[in-house]
């Protein structure tokens, strides 16, 4: 689950212990529509917080590490895909 924080607009995920990170790596991981739902109804009641949440595609590594699941959530992780002007 990832949406973007309230107060500037930051990319967010949701963890486990129902709270939000800046770290992709902390985001709780879902495996059925159900377990989907639930965390997205959570997020959603949490408009303080966060704004915008949806499920997000992720790739779990052999070593247990979470990935970005497609090139948005990529993009969304590491920021701009351009050099910017100084």
């Known amino acids: 689950m990832t949406a973007n924080r ?3 607009g930051v990319v967010v995920y949701r963890t486990a212990a129902r709270g939000w990170s800046v770290e992709l790596t902390d985001a709780a991981i879902v495996r059925n529509s159900d377990e989907a739902k639930a965390l997205l109804a959570e997020a959603v ?3 303080v917080g966060a ?3 949806y499920i997000a595609p992720v790739q779990v590594d052999e070593a247990g590490k979470i990935l970005p ?7 969304r992780r590491d920021g701009v895909t351009i050099g ?3």
């Open 51 to 53: 704004i915008g949440p």
């Open 84 to 86: 910017l002007p100084v």
């Open 45 to 47: 009641a949490d408009d």
């Open 69 to 75: 699941g497609n090139l948005r959530e990529q993009i």
């Open 6 to 8: 309230t107060w500037d």
